[in-house]
Structure formats: C-alpha cells, structure tokens
C-alpha cells in the first residue's frame, strides 16, 4: 500500500486539488466532484435549519459569530453543533475557517463553518440563508432532514456548488 492511512491519502488528494490546477490559476473550479466525494473525515447525518441572528439596530455591521467574522447571510456559511465542533477542527475566534461538505436532495455545496451554536435536537447544523436557499430555494422546508456533512481536510477550499 502506498500510504499508510487514510489521513495520509486525505492529505495527498488535498494536496493535488488545492496544488495541481494553481498553476493555470483557476482556484475556484478546483471542486469537482471526484475530488469532493474523497472528502476527509467521517460524515454525520441529521437534520439542517436556517438561521439569522441578524436584528436590525442590534449591532452595526451584524453580529459576530464564533470565529470573530461578521455574520453574512449572501456567502456560503453554516454553524454546526457546538458538540461537534472538535470534529470540525474547532471554530476559534481569529483562526483560519474550516470547511464542510454539506449534501442534501440530490445537491452538494462547500460551507465554509465559522459559528456554532446549540442547536436543536436532531440538528446538526445550521445554514445561513444563501447557503438554505440553495437547497430550499422558497425556504418554505424550514428544516431539511437527512443532510450529510463532512469536514473537509485543509484550509484553502472555495465555497460553493459543487458539480
């Protein structure tokens, strides 16, 4: 075998997305499926919601969330669990963003995970409403059910649909 775990070979397909296509500078069509479906770590399954704590007058700017950016409903965001947030290389305020790959009805897309939150029970993350409205364009859902997501290995993904 050429690499002795999978946390060798995670890091090699990591290695290739983010390094391979640097070259012809074209970063944001890293993603494709091929490279999405070896995504590290093991997936967990549960329920998504949308949320906002953004209240006009509150704050200037809108509220902070746990890695000290503003929250921003138009990028491609979620807060997962704060009993996960362990498996998600921790969401520190300042630290570098971690990402996820979040699949639900038959779409795929990379949230970038910078705030937790204790969810409700059965849910395991909560989507800003960009990333909510990808799935759920009408919002009419509220909470989808059987959403798949896992951590991606690495720092430098690009949010987003994937193919």
Same mark, same amino acid.
């Given at each position: 075998?050429?690499? &002795?775990?999978?946390?060798?070979?995670?890091?090699?397909?990591?290695?290739?997305?983010?390094? #391979?296509?640097?070259?012809?500078?074209?970063?944001?069509?890293?993603? *494709? *499926?091929? $490279?999405?479906?070896?995504?590290?770590? %093991?997936?967990?399954? &549960?329920?998504? *919601?949308?949320?906002?704590?953004?209240?006009?007058?509150?704050?200037?700017? #809108?509220?902070?969330?746990?890695? &000290?950016?503003?929250?921003?409903?138009?990028?491609?965001?979620?807060?997962?669990?704060?009993?996960?947030? #362990?498996?998600?290389?921790?969401?520190?305020?300042?630290?570098?963003?971690? @990402?996820?790959?979040?699949?639900?009805? #038959?779409?795929?897309?990379?949230?970038?995970?910078?705030?937790?939150?204790?969810?409700?029970?059965?849910?395991?993350? %909560?989507?800003?409403?960009?990333?909510?409205? @990808?799935? %759920?364009?009408?919002?009419?859902?509220?909470?989808?059910?059987?959403?798949?997501?896992?951590?991606?290995?690495? %720092?430098?993904?690009?949010?987003?649909? $994937?193919?």
């Amino acid at each position: 075998m050429l690499f &002795g775990s999978s946390a060798a070979v995670c890091g090699a397909v990591v290695a290739l997305a983010i390094f #391979g296509p640097a070259a012809g500078n074209e970063i944001e069509k890293v993603h *494709s *499926s091929a $490279v999405v479906n070896a995504a590290c770590g %093991d997936a967990i399954v &549960g329920a998504a *919601s949308m949320y906002n704590p953004f209240k006009p007058g509150k704050e200037e700017g #809108g509220p902070s969330t746990a890695s &000290g950016e503003r929250y921003d409903r138009w990028v491609w965001a979620a807060a997962i669990k704060t009993s996960l947030r #362990g498996k998600f290389g921790g969401v520190e305020f300042g630290a570098r963003p971690k @990402y996820a790959l979040v699949e639900a009805v #038959g779409k795929k897309v990379i949230v970038k995970i910078n705030d937790v939150g204790p969810l409700r029970p059965g849910r395991i993350i %909560d989507l800003n409403e960009r990333t909510m409205r @990808y799935f %759920d364009p009408s919002l009419e859902l509220g909470v989808i059910g059987d959403v798949k997501v896992s951590p991606l290995a690495g %720092d430098y993904w690009t949010p987003g649909p $994937v193919g």
